[in-house]
């Protein structure tokens, strides 16, 4: 049997007030662009989240338990999800009370935080996981950290943590001669599995569904179950992971994808005996690794280096990351929890995502919902607000 | 009087220093009527002033409406995107066609009669640069035909086409005014174009009034001018505008250091940047800001963050209104190390806010203030080193603003308009 494994990840970062200027500094502590962060998590909803929730619960239930899915929720999602869109987080908990559906664990913030301060990623972690206990009522066992970063260290950590599998980019430079559809295990595990994303088979549907200029435009679910299909007899699991928003934010309702959506459960394992759909952890019950994968430097699922550079390694990006993480033990020494949420809530990748200057591939999928028309207004305002919270910090006697 | 633009669209000096000049030239008696390229088609409004609109200027009926009505000041103004620090590329390359500047004026001013509508300078030449020099030019020509005036005075290059053509026109005595020349804007790399319209100005010229003598000297060396045709008058301050201040609340402690003006290459940021961080390393107390924008913004900004000073130096854009009266007045320090300074006015603005400055010896500002520390542009280690002297000695700041306000005192746009009249009085005799 070949296992279908689909992972959505729902995320939308807490954007800042673009006008937060100098003269904010030590004075306003209004950082949030709350009008456009309700309006942006509205339209999704509207035009993703609730359209996507309600094909998925009509799939679970037309296959019998035979459709499974899973998802990562982020934790500032959920709680904007909670102020602006209630509805959606109903019809997340009615699709988790199928038992069809798994929650995968993350960083509360959607954050790179374990490349900085483990400390604060096992924080994060553990808030993420309390968040979905008290949500859905059910405890994460897979682990996916912030846009599929990935190393050794990272499945140590994870491991450490309690974790039974976790997820990861099925990248070409970890890869090599290997196919990303086996389970594996991380080289310095002997407990926690690896499972590896499919890129060409997500990226399919995620980045290419409705692209005129490739040559498999129009892709129907007939042909692109096919496809999988062919895996049959040299794979036992296909990992298909994207974004959620993929469900008629990035692909739009009018290219088809939610008819596409609703054909394909039924092309897949109604027409083919030896495929069936698994949640991750339904995989690593099923199959058993194939090999010991060593990943020494970190990978992640973005752009075409699938590396860290969309979020730092320019100036920019370092300085504000530097700088952020500076703030750590102030903030914690400090014990004010508002004060800890708000630094918190600034460690999002988006915010550096925002200064990357690397246009030149994926410059599109870096405008995306981008508040900012520069990297470096991204940089100017995001170093502003670090800057007041330095000040709360020094007036809380926390910092010199 | 030919213009770019007048308070409050201003995004430089030139503004400024028109309002001063025109404002006391017409105290003294004169009569002015201002022409201006203007952005938005609202009226100016200023009880000394009288402003005419250039797009409302119906050249079919010769009619000319006034929007605001004064005895001694007349504006007029064009509606265009032109403006007067204008360094974009898509322009500069369209800059090829300037050469042929002087044709291409006697060719549209020769298509006039065939065109009967309201002069819209933003219409058929859209965003093109030499077009709206051009237009601007045929402004003049209509001016020169129609008001009954004296003497033309076209302040900086892209008038200069427009007084040439009043000048033809009406066959009177045109005088320019170097406020900064492309040497002073971009070095040695200054656009071929615009220093042959700059040429092509003081050429055609009757007499040139420069700022200082730093300018007079780049007017007689880089553009062959003889030196008698060319008079120094120094811009001044206008006292009374901000006497009145009140010391806004910082929401910190750390003194501030100020850079004010565009961020390109004239007006050395980049030095202004490195000085800052050589402070930084003997002192923490400070906090440097970088108001303004301009072609070397990006560059700043990542140099910033290389540096990883980000948590004392800061951005604000460019500043307006109440934000720019808030800064000067947050600010223990005003510096302007630029690389090529015509004038430079923006010292006077924070001496009269009480904020002691440092200025470049590149700067046709140091020749009237002589309780100024200055330094060359180049040498960041004084730089850093007088920053330092004054924030940490109060007793110095307190001296150099006392000292400067005595310097203030000398200089005023009233002696600068007297001296503009003067020189009028000359030529017309």
């Given at each position: 049997?070949?296992?279908?494994?689909?992972?959505?990840?729902?995320?939308?970062?807490?954007?800042?007030?673009?006008?937060y200027n100098f003269f904010c500094i030590g004075k306003d502590h209004?950082y949030?662009?709350?009008?456009?962060?309700?309006?942006?998590?509205?339209?999704?909803?509207?035009?993703?989240?609730?359209?996507?929730?309600?094909?998925?619960?009509?799939?679970?239930?037309?296959?019998?338990?035979?459709?499974?899915?899973?998802?990562?929720?982020?934790?500032?999602?959920?709680?904007?999800?909670?102020?602006?869109?209630?509805?959606?987080?109903?019809?997340?908990?009615?699709?988790?009370?199928?038992?069809?559906?798994?929650?995968?664990?993350?960083?509360?913030?959607?954050?790179?935080?374990?490349?900085?301060?483990?400390?604060?990623?096992?924080?994060?972690?553990?808030?993420?996981?309390?968040?979905?206990?008290?949500?859905?009522?059910?405890?994460?066992?897979?682990?996916?950290?912030?846009?599929?970063?990935?190393?050794?260290?990272?499945?140590?950590?994870?491991?450490?943590?309690?974790?039974?599998?976790?997820?990861?980019?099925?990248?070409?430079?970890?890869?090599?001669?290997?196919?990303?559809?086996?389970?594996?295990?991380?080289?310095?595990?002997?407990?926690?599995?690896?499972?590896?994303?499919?890129?060409?088979?997500?990226?399919?549907?995620?980045?290419?569904?409705?692209?005129?200029?490739?040559?498999?435009?129009?892709?129907?679910?007939?042909?692109?179950?096919?496809?999988?299909?062919?895996?049959?007899?040299?794979?036992?699991?296909?990992?298909?992971?994207?974004?959620?928003?993929?469900?008629?934010?990035?692909?739009?309702?009018?290219?088809?994808?939610?008819?596409?959506?609703?054909?394909?459960?039924?092309?897949?394992?109604?027409?083919?005996?030896?495929?069936?759909?698994?949640?991750?952890?339904?995989?690593?019950?099923?199959?058993?690794?194939?090999?010991?994968?060593?990943?020494?430097?970190?990978?992640?699922?973005?752009?075409?280096?699938?590396?860290?550079?969309?979020?730092?390694?320019?100036?920019?990006?370092?300085s504000a990351?530097q700088m952020a993480?500076s703030l750590?033990t102030p903030v914690?020494?400090s014990?004010?929890?508002?004060l800890?949420?708000?630094w918190?809530?600034l460690?999002?990748?988006?915010?550096?995502?925002?200064?990357?200057?690397?246009?030149?591939?994926?410059?599109?999928?870096?405008?995306?919902?981008?508040?900012?028309?520069?990297?470096?207004?991204?940089y100017v305002t995001y170093i502003n607000v670090l800057n007041d919270i330095k000040e709360t910090l020094k007036r809380l006697e926390v910092l010199n | 009087?030919?213009?770019?633009?007048?308070?409050?669209?201003?995004?430089?000096?030139?503004?400024?220093?028109?309002?001063?000049?025109?404002?006391?030239?017409?105290?003294?008696?004169?009569?002015?009527?201002?022409?201006?390229?203007?952005?938005?088609?609202?009226?100016?409004?200023?009880?000394?002033?009288?402003?005419?609109?250039?797009?409302?200027?119906?050249?079919?009926?010769?009619?000319?409406?006034?929007?605001?009505?004064?005895?001694?000041?007349?504006?007029?103004?064009?509606?265009?995107?032109?403006?007067?620090?204008?360094?974009?590329?898509?322009?500069?390359?369209?800059?090829?066609?300037?050469?042929?500047?002087?044709?291409?004026?006697?060719?549209?001013?020769?298509?006039?009669?065939?065109?009967?509508?309201?002069?819209?300078?933003?219409?058929?030449?859209?965003?093109?640069?030499?077009?709206?020099?051009?237009?601007?030019?045929?402004?003049?020509?209509?001016?020169?035909?129609?008001?009954?005036?004296?003497?033309?005075?076209?302040?900086?290059?892209?008038?200069?086409?427009?007084?040439?053509?009043?000048?033809?026109?009406?066959?009177?005595?045109?005088?320019?005014?170097?406020?900064?020349?492309?040497?002073?804007?971009?070095?040695?790399?200054?656009?071929?174009?615009?220093?042959?319209?700059?040429?092509?100005?003081?050429?055609?010229?009757?007499?040139?009034?420069?700022?200082?003598?730093?300018?007079?000297?780049?007017?007689?060396?880089?553009?062959?001018?003889?030196?008698?045709?060319?008079?120094?008058?120094?811009?001044?301050?206008?006292?009374?505008?901000?006497?009145?201040h009140v010391r806004l609340r910082k929401g910190f402690n750390e003194k501030i250091v100020l850079f004010l003006g565009?961020v390109?290459?004239?007006?050395?940021p980049?030095y202004f940047v490195e000085a800052a961080n050589l402070v930084l390393k003997n002192m923490q107390n400070v906090r440097f800001v970088m108001a303004g924008?301009?072609?070397?913004?990006?560059?700043m900004i990542?140099r910033i963050a290389e540096l990883r000073i980000q948590e004392h130096f800061h951005f604000t854009g460019?500043l307006?209104?109440v934000e720019l009266e808030s800064m000067f007045s947050m600010s223990d320090l005003y510096v302007m190390p630029?690389?090529?300074?015509?004038?430079?006015?923006t010292?006077?603005?924070a001496m009269?806010y009480g904020v002691p400055v440092i200025?470049?010896?590149?700067?046709?500002?140091?020749?009237?203030?002589?309780?100024?520390i200055?330094?060359?542009?180049?040498?960041i280690e004084?730089l850093a080193s007088g920053i330092i002297n004054v924030l940490s000695h109060p007793e110095l700041s307190e001296?150099l603003v006392?000292?400067?306000?005595?310097?203030?005192?000398?200089?005023?746009?009233?002696?600068?308009?007297?001296?503009?009249?003067?020189?009028?009085?000359?030529?017309?005799?």
């Amino acid at each position: 049997m070949v296992s279908v494994c689909f992972y959505f990840q729902v995320h939308q970062p807490v954007r800042l007030r673009t006008d937060y200027n100098f003269f904010c500094i030590g004075k306003d502590h209004n950082y949030e662009d709350s009008k456009s962060n309700r309006e942006i998590i509205r339209k999704v909803a509207d035009k993703c989240y609730i359209p996507a929730n309600r094909t998925m619960l009509k799939l679970i239930r037309k296959h019998k338990g035979r459709f499974r899915i899973s998802y990562s929720i982020s934790g500032i999602c959920l709680e904007q999800l909670e102020l602006h869109a209630p509805e959606v987080i109903e019809s997340f908990q009615e699709l988790v009370s199928t038992g069809c559906v798994e929650l995968l664990g993350e960083t509360y913030c959607h954050s790179l935080a374990f490349n900085f301060s483990h400390r604060e990623f096992r924080e994060q972690v553990e808030a993420h996981r309390e968040k979905i206990r008290k949500l859905f009522r059910v405890k994460p066992s897979v682990f996916r950290n912030t846009e599929l970063i990935y190393s050794n260290d990272l499945a140590v950590e994870v491991e450490k943590m309690g974790f039974k599998a976790v997820l990861a980019e099925g990248a070409n430079q970890i890869l090599g001669w290997h196919s990303p559809n086996y389970l594996y295990q991380p080289a310095p595990c002997y407990k926690l599995n690896l499972l590896l994303r499919n890129y060409r088979l997500s990226d399919d549907l995620a980045f290419r569904f409705s692209d005129r200029n490739w040559d498999q435009w129009p892709l129907n679910a007939a042909k692109y179950a096919g496809w999988i299909h062919k895996v049959a007899g040299n794979g036992e699991v296909v990992n298909l992971f994207m974004d959620y928003e993929t469900f008629g934010e990035h692909q739009w309702a009018d290219t088809g994808i939610f008819e596409f959506l609703q054909e394909l459960p039924g092309r897949m394992i109604l027409t083919h005996p030896d495929f069936r759909f698994q949640t991750p952890s339904e995989v690593i019950s099923s199959c058993q690794p194939v090999a010991k994968m060593d990943v020494p430097y970190f990978i992640s699922w973005a752009d075409v280096e699938r590396d860290l550079t969309a979020w730092m390694g320019n100036s920019l990006q370092d300085s504000a990351l530097q700088m952020a993480y500076s703030l750590e033990t102030p903030v914690k020494k400090s014990g004010n929890t508002e004060l800890l949420h708000t630094w918190r809530k600034l460690l999002t990748s988006d915010h550096f995502y925002y200064m990357c200057t690397k246009w030149f591939s994926d410059g599109d999928v870096h405008k995306y919902f981008n508040p900012y028309s520069s990297p470096y207004d991204a940089y100017v305002t995001y170093i502003n607000v670090l800057n007041d919270i330095k000040e709360t910090l020094k007036r809380l006697e926390v910092l010199n | 009087m030919f213009g770019w633009e007048f308070p409050p669209y201003i995004s430089g000096g030139l503004g400024t220093a028109c309002f001063g000049l025109t404002r006391h030239m017409s105290e003294q008696g004169m009569k002015i009527l201002f022409v201006l390229p203007h952005i938005k088609g609202k009226t100016v409004q200023n009880s000394t002033l009288e402003l005419l609109a250039g797009n409302k200027l119906d050249l079919s009926e010769a009619k000319i409406r006034k929007i605001v009505r004064n005895k001694t000041l007349k504006f007029f103004l064009v509606d265009s995107p032109l403006r007067p620090y204008m360094t974009d590329s898509s322009y500069l390359s369209k800059m090829e066609a300037i050469r042929s500047i002087n044709d291409q004026i006697t060719e549209i001013t020769r298509k006039i009669k065939t065109v009967n509508t309201v002069l819209d300078l933003s219409g058929d030449y859209g965003r093109d640069l030499v077009g709206e020099v051009t237009r601007y030019a045929q402004v003049g020509n209509y001016l020169g035909a129609t008001e009954d005036f004296d003497i033309i005075h076209a302040h900086d290059w892209m008038t200069f086409p427009a007084g040439v053509e009043a000048k033809r026109i009406s066959g009177k005595k045109l005088i320019i005014h170097i406020h900064a020349t492309e040497f002073d804007r971009c070095g040695e790399n200054g656009n071929r174009q615009i220093i042959d319209v700059e040429r092509y100005g003081m050429d055609n010229a009757d007499r040139i009034i420069a700022v200082s003598h730093r300018t007079k000297k780049i007017i007689v060396e880089k553009y062959g001018q003889d030196p008698d045709k060319v008079t120094v008058i120094h811009n001044a301050v206008l006292k009374e505008t901000k006497l009145e201040h009140v010391r806004l609340r910082k929401g910190f402690n750390e003194k501030i250091v100020l850079f004010l003006g565009r961020v390109t290459m004239q007006k050395g940021p980049d030095y202004f940047v490195e000085a800052a961080n050589l402070v930084l390393k003997n002192m923490q107390n400070v906090r440097f800001v970088m108001a303004g924008t301009g072609d070397m913004l990006p560059r700043m900004i990542e140099r910033i963050a290389e540096l990883r000073i980000q948590e004392h130096f800061h951005f604000t854009g460019f500043l307006r209104g109440v934000e720019l009266e808030s800064m000067f007045s947050m600010s223990d320090l005003y510096v302007m190390p630029s690389v090529s300074e015509p004038f430079g006015i923006t010292p006077f603005e924070a001496m009269l806010y009480g904020v002691p400055v440092i200025i470049s010896r590149q700067s046709g500002i140091s020749e009237v203030l002589s309780h100024v520390i200055t330094v060359d542009f180049w040498d960041i280690e004084k730089l850093a080193s007088g920053i330092i002297n004054v924030l940490s000695h109060p007793e110095l700041s307190e001296t150099l603003v006392e000292m400067g306000h005595h310097d203030l005192e000398k200089i005023s746009w009233h002696h600068a308009a007297r001296k503009v009249i003067e020189l009028y009085k000359e030529i017309l005799s």
